[in-house]
Each structure stands twice: as C-alpha cells, then as structure tokens.
C-alpha cells in the first residue's frame, strides 16, 4: 500500500508538470521557470508521501546536503557524456559545425531540469528504494533498470537494443547511484548533467526526442552502434560501456560503505549463523 500511495502521488504530480512544461513548445523563459516549478511541486509531493506513509523525513532529498551532492553528480554525468562524444568524434560519428542556439540551451535547461528530479523521484525515490528493501539491492536495480529502459521504448526512434542500453547505462548506474550515497541529489546531478550535456551542449537526440538546437550546431553520422543513430547517443555502445565503467565504481563504493542490502532470506539466513 505504501509503495502504491507514493507511486500513485509522484506520478501524477511529474506528469502533470511534464506536461505543463511539454505544453510551452520550448518557449525558453517560460520552459526555463516551468522546469523548475515542475520540479519543485515534484519534490514537494514525494517529501509530503514520505512522511505521511513512512512517518519519517526524506533525507535522501534534505535540501542540506542538495548542494554538494549535486554538484558532484554534474561532475560526473557531465564527465560521462564528454568522454562518451569525445570518443565518437574521434571516430568521425560528430562534427561541431559552429555556434547554435542560446535560447534552445535555456529551454532545454528547464526542460532537462524537470525531467531529471521527476524520473528519479519516481524510479529510484520510489520504485527502487521500496523494492530493494523487500528483494536486496541487486535484484532491485536489474528490475528498476529494466523497467526504466523499457519505459523509453515508446519514444521515437527507440529499439530493443535502445531500451537495454538505457537500462544497463542509465537505469542500473542511477541506481547504483543511490546505493553508493543514499541521497538522491547525486543521481539528480547525474541525470540532467548527461541529458543536458546531450540536446543543450551537444545538440544530439535526448532518447529520440525533438528539441531546439543546444549551444553548439552539432551532427552525428554514421553507424548507429557508434552515434545512436536516430535516437540519439544513448543507443551507442560507448554509452553503455560508460555506463556500466560507472556503474561499477558505485557499487564498489556502496560495498565498501556497507550499503548494499541482502535479500531478506539471506539476511535472516546470515542472522541466524551469527546467532
């Protein structure tokens, strides 16, 4: 029932500001101001769930740790995305032609900015935080992964192979994200660090997407193992290797911090060996 009220509340509060913020047809200053508010009533309604059915405060988005944890995480998803286009240039699958838009940059901002602290409110603030405390941390980051790949398949240009890039890159390493810090400011900062970097600094497909040009008149050719193809970067397999490089080094990190969560049989199995 807990699970279900907070789904069922995060939900609909992101669609409802997705949608509002879709509505403004990447008007810049209002798309800039309704991202913020999209996200805003979107953390206002999972902190309001939270407490009501957990009896507790959300920590994991305490607006005192906001900062530095959000920071870190741009760092890193700018950090992914810039190696991830460095190496298909090098390849000849990107070419900077020149200067794009600005006002395209300011829009996508807004737009990234809601779109990031909806998805992970609903997919690891929810979906994932819940379930792991019934099935372990690593049954519950291949479901959420799974599902949050999947999710993008209605998207346009997305494949099979798309969706299992995006589950393996985005929704395991986001996850694993979490599992490392417990906060999810930092896969906040990951999330739109890597989808800005894409469609507001690069100008490439975000998840096959329209959007105004970013800051840069960029083009992708070639092979879509290597640029995505129509969908965008996230298909490559460079992605998908950054991502599992990433993913990898949380999991490392939640280990050595003691953050992973068994499976409740192994749990009470371990308990009782130590008894």
Do not use: C
């Amino acid at each position: 029932m807990r699970f279900l009220k907070q789904l069922v509340v995060v939900a609909v509060v992101s669609w409802a500001g997705g949608t509002g913020v879709q509505a403004l047809g990447w008007n810049w200053p209002l798309t800039l101001v309704a991202g913020f508010l999209a996200a805003a009533l979107a953390l206002a309604a999972y902190t309001w769930i939270v407490r009501k059915t957990e009896h507790r405060e959300p920590t994991e988005v305490s607006l005192r740790t906001a900062p530095g944890a959000l920071g870190r995480g741009v760092l890193i998803g700018l950090a992914m995305f810039g190696a991830v286009i460095l190496n298909i240039a090098f390849l000849g699958g990107y070419e900077v032609r020149g200067m794009g838009s600005v006002t395209g940059t300011i829009a996508i901002f807004g737009f990234m900015v809601a779109v990031a602290v909806t998805e992970e409110l609903l997919f690891r603030g929810v979906l994932f935080r819940i379930v792991e405390e019934k099935i372990g941390t690593w049954l519950a980051l291949v479901l959420s992964g799974l599902v949050f790949g999947f999710a993008h398949l209605p998207n346009p240009g997305a494949t099979v192979w798309s969706s299992l890039a995006i589950a393996i890159e985005a929704g395991l390493m986001l996850g694993a994200a979490y599992v490392a810090t417990r906060n999810l400011w930092v896969p906040i900062g990951v999330h739109f660090a890597w989808n800005f970097a894409q469609g507001g600094i690069f100008s490439t497909s975000v998840s096959g997407q329209d959007a105004p040009q970013g800051l840069l008149d960029g083009v992708t050719s070639g092979p879509a193992i290597l640029t995505g193809g129509d969908f965008g970067p996230e298909a490559s397999a460079y992605s998908v290797l950054a991502g599992v490089v990433v993913t990898v080094a949380f999991l490392w990190l939640a280990k050595r911090r003691g953050n992973l969560v068994p499976r409740r049989g192994r749990a009470a199995s371990a308990a009782t060996l130590d008894a």
